[in-house]
T-cell receptor
Framework: DGGITQSPKYLFRKEGQNVTLSCEQN?????MYWYRQDPGQGLRLIYY???????QKGDIAEGYSVSREKKESFPLTVTSAQKNPTAFYLC??????????FGQGTRLTVV | QKEVEQNSGPLSVPEGAIASLNCTYS??????FFWYRQYSGKSPELIMS??SNGDKEDGRFTAQLNKASQYVSLLIRDSQPSDSATYLC???????????WGAGTKLIIKP
C-alpha cells in the first residue's frame, strides 16, 4: 500500500526531553520535508532533504534535527532546545517543481 | 523574499453557490501552482495543480492562473457543507524543491 506513514499520531513530551518523530515513504520520491503548523496558522518549513545524506534548514530549524540515511526515511528529532514544541508536525514528500504529498501528521504536546 | 498571500477569511458562502478563493504570489518566475484542502485536525490534501495560464477544471473545482498579474484562484461550484475547510495555496518558484505556502483561507459553506 503506497503512501507516507508518520508515527506516532500523538506524542507527549516532558520538559527537557528529546523526542523523535518518524516519517517513512514508499512513493520513491526524492524530496522529503518537515513542516510545523500551529493552531490557525499556515505551514512553516523546518527541514528538507533532496537526496540521501543531505538536508537543508528551513525557516525554523532551531531546536530541531534530522537525518536522511535512507531514501525512504526522514526522522525529525525535537530537542530540549526547542522551547515551545507543542504543534502539529507534518511530513511531506515530492519531486522537483512538483506537488507535495503529506502524511497524516503527529500532534506533539508538552506535559 | 518570496511570498504567497491569501485572505485568511473566514469566507462564508451559501450552499449551492460558487466559492471563489484567491492567491497572489511575488516571484514572477514561479512555474507550478497548487491548491490544497485541509480539514480541521487533518493534513493537507492536494485538490488542484496548474502550470500554464488559463483555466483547469476538475469536477466542481476550477483553478485559474494569470501569470501576468501573478495570481491564482480556485472556484468551487455548487458548494457543499463538506467543502468547509481551510484552503492552502502553494507555489513552486522553480529554483529548488521548496514550495512557498500561503497562510490559507478558511471557507464556511452555510446550509
Amino acid at each position: 500500500d503506497g503512501g507516507i506513514t508518520q508515527s506516532p499520531k500523538y506524542l507527549f513530551r516532558k520538559e527537557g526531553q528529546n523526542v523523535t518523530l518518524s516519517c517513512e515513504q514508499n512513493l520513491n520520491h526524492d524530496a522529503m520535508y518537515w513542516y510545523r503548523q500551529d493552531p490557525g496558522q499556515g505551514l512553516r518549513l523546518i527541514y528538507y532533504s533532496q537526496i540521501v545524506n543531505d538536508f537543508q534548514k528551513g525557516d525554523i530549524a532551531e531546536g530541531y534535527s534530522v537525518s536522511r540515511e535512507k531514501k525512504e526515511s526522514f526522522p525529525l528529532t525535537v530537542t530540549s532546545a526547542q522551547k515551545n514544541p507543542t504543534a502539529f508536525y507534518l511530513c511531506a514528500t515530492g519531486h522537483l517543481t512538483a506537488e507535495a504529498f503529506f502524511g497524516q501528521g503527529t500532534r506533539l504536546t508538552v506535559v | 523574499q518570496k511570498e504567497v498571500e491569501q485572505n485568511s477569511g473566514p469566507l462564508s458562502v451559501p450552499e449551492g453557490a460558487i466559492a471563489s478563493l484567491n492567491c497572489t504570489y511575488s516571484d514572477r518566475g514561479s512555474q507550478s501552482f497548487f491548491w490544497y484542502r485541509q480539514y480541521s485536525g487533518k493534513s493537507p490534501e492536494l485538490i488542484m495543480s496548474i502550470y500554464s495560464n488559463g483555466d483547469k477544471e476538475d469536477g466542481r473545482f476550477t483553478a485559474q492562473l494569470n501569470k501576468a498579474s501573478q495570481y491564482v484562484s480556485l472556484l468551487i461550484r455548487d458548494s457543499q457543507p463538506s467543502d468547509s475547510a481551510t484552503y492552502l495555496c502553494a507555489v513552486n518558484p522553480g529554483s529548488n524543491y521548496q514550495l512557498i505556502w500561503g497562510a490559507g483561507t478558511k471557507l464556511i459553506i452555510k446550509p
